[in-house]
């Protein structure tokens, strides 16, 4: 892990290094829970898998290996969930690897050659509650706090498409979004709107 980074959990956002990680492991972990829905998702990964993700707020990108061997990358895991931080407060949490299985498959259905666009990652209870009160169609108790969701699209895929791979891998809820030029994914229960 690069000592920028270390530095910015251990001192601007009051994170342990060592907690931070272990969280990011769990989340790993949690992946491995047999859900009916998962088993289709967990069968066709590989066991070495990688995101390509820009966020369109920060102007961030990465392409990082965050699992290797079946074993997912605690230090990879982190320098995702810090590109998908809460743009407007810079908190991080640690994304649910689940999610990042999600974002995977997808990015391997669609045969994305571009990286996925991040409008939305994570968001803090206090950002989430101050979008919440600008419109009705941000959730009180969304999974965006829990590390649990983002908000995407990917350059040269028509939306709906999008919409459909995430529909059918059956991860957990999607949302679609076309006024607005993204798909909401989750890795709640299976639901769509």
Same mark, same amino acid.
């Given at each position: ?10 001192a &601007?956002?009051?994170?342990?290094? *060592?907690r931070?990680?272990r969280i990011?492991?769990? /989340?790993?972990? #949690?992946?491995l829970?047999?859900f009916?829905?998962?088993a289709?998702?967990?069968r066709?990964?590989?066991?070495e898998?990688?995101l390509?993700?820009?966020?369109t707020?920060?102007?961030?990108q990465?392409k990082?290996?965050y699992?290797?061997n079946?074993?997912?990358?605690p230090e990879?895991?982190? &320098?995702i969930?810090r590109?998908? *931080?809460?743009?407007?407060s810079?908190?991080i949490? /640690?994304?649910? #690897?689940r999610?990042l299985?999600?974002l995977h498959g997808?990015s391997t259905k669609i ?12 968001r803090?209870p206090?950002t ?6 600008r419109?009705?169609?941000v959730?009180?108790h ?7 969701a983002?908000d995407?699209?990917?350059?040269g895929?028509?939306l ?6 995430a529909?059918a891998?059956?991860?957990g ?6 006024k607005?030029?993204?798909v909401?994914v ?5 639901r769509?709107w």
């Amino acid at each position: 892990m690069n000592d920028w980074f270390k530095n910015e959990l251990d001192a &601007e956002y009051c994170v342990d290094r *060592r907690r931070f990680l272990r969280i990011g492991v769990l /989340a790993g972990a #949690a992946s491995l829970t047999p859900f009916s829905a998962w088993a289709g998702i967990m069968r066709d990964l590989a066991p070495e898998r990688a995101l390509v993700i820009y966020n369109t707020h920060t102007g961030e990108q990465i392409k990082a290996v965050y699992c290797e061997n079946g074993s997912y990358v605690p230090e990879a895991v982190a &320098e995702i969930s810090r590109v998908l *931080r809460d743009h407007r407060s810079n908190e991080i949490c /640690a994304i649910d #690897a689940r999610l990042l299985d999600l974002l995977h498959g997808i990015s391997t259905k669609i045969e994305a050659r571009q990286p996925l666009h991040i409008i939305s990652g994570y968001r803090s209870p206090r950002t989430n509650a101050q979008l919440a009160a600008r419109s009705r169609k941000v959730a009180k108790h969304s999974l965006h706090m829990q590390g649990m969701a983002v908000d995407i699209r990917v350059p040269g895929r028509d939306l709906a498409q999008l919409r459909k791979v995430a529909v059918a891998l059956k991860g957990g809820g999607v949302g679609y979004y076309p006024k607005s030029d993204f798909v909401h994914v989750d890795v709640g229960r299976v639901r769509y709107w």
